[in-house]
């Protein structure tokens, strides 16, 4: 069964509103989840880390203002575009990772994102 | 720059047939190496976990070996199906949780 679940799979939006995606863990509580961008025909690239409780690690060139992350329990994180643009169209997808010092990384279903 | 490389890019077989793909990484210091599936427009599926202190995995009809030495990963397919075509990924972890990513090989099984 999923171990991730993210919502929604697919969003519209205008260019200039905000937008959230949520990102939930089901098998087990997550003090860090990680959030990844793709590109068409590009490699998935981290965006940034959600830490439960503090702020997220956002990797050099992801702008922190304008991807808002938030990791409010330990099963919930969520992502938030604001004044989305047109090249912030993308395939979003959030990870977590087993547990107990387990290495295995499991992702979401991911969220296209188009921004018209 | 850690990078990871995937070759080829795509690749088309006919069913039944045996392949390999390949993942090269530029950083040997690694934590583990991870394959996964993704099929188009969705999310990823982890297939192989490789540890560093491991030199191979299987589940089935996929077997992923890791060289740290060379910096070489390979995710072996047996007997292909249909069902297989998908974009495989391979991904490694230098300690810190975060994984790069190659930018995958598409694979085409034909019936």
């Known amino acids: 069964g999923a171990v991730v679940s993210q919502h929604p799979s697919w969003v519209i939006c205008k260019s200039g509103t905000s937008v959230k995606i949520e990102c939930r863990s089901l098998?087990?509580?997550?003090?860090?989840m990680f959030w990844y961008r793709q590109f068409p025909k590009q490699s998935l690239m981290l965006m940034a880390t959600s830490n439960e409780g503090s702020k997220a690690t956002y990797e050099q060139g992801v702008e922190k203002d304008k991807f808002l992350i938030n990791h409010a329990s330990l099963t919930l994180s969520t992502l938030t575009v604001t004044s989305a643009h047109p090249e912030d169209s993308s395939f979003y997808i959030c990870?977590?990772?087993?547990?107990?010092?387990?290495?295995?990384?499991?992702f979401g279903q991911g969220t296209r994102l188009t921004v018209v | 720059k850690q990078e990871v490389t995937q070759i080829p890019a795509a690749l088309s077989v006919p069913e039944g047939e045996n392949l390999v793909l390949n993942c090269s990484f530029t950083?040997?210091?690694?934590?583990?190496l991870q394959w996964f599936r993704q099929d188009p427009g969705k999310g990823l599926t982890s297939l192989l976990l490789i540890q560093s202190s491991q030199r191979e995995q299987t589940s089935g009809r996929l077997n992923a070996s890791l060289d740290k030495s060379s910096g070489r990963s390979t995710l072996y397919i047996a007997a292909s199906q249909p069902g297989d075509s998908a974009t495989y990924l391979c991904a490694r972890e230098g300690g810190s949780e975060k994984l790069v990513f190659g930018k995958g090989t598409k694979l085409t099984v034909n019936p």
């Open positions: 098998d087990f509580q997550a003090t860090t």
């Open positions: 950083d040997s210091a690694i934590y583990n």
């Open positions: 990870s977590v990772r087993a547990p107990y010092g387990g290495t295995e990384a499991f």
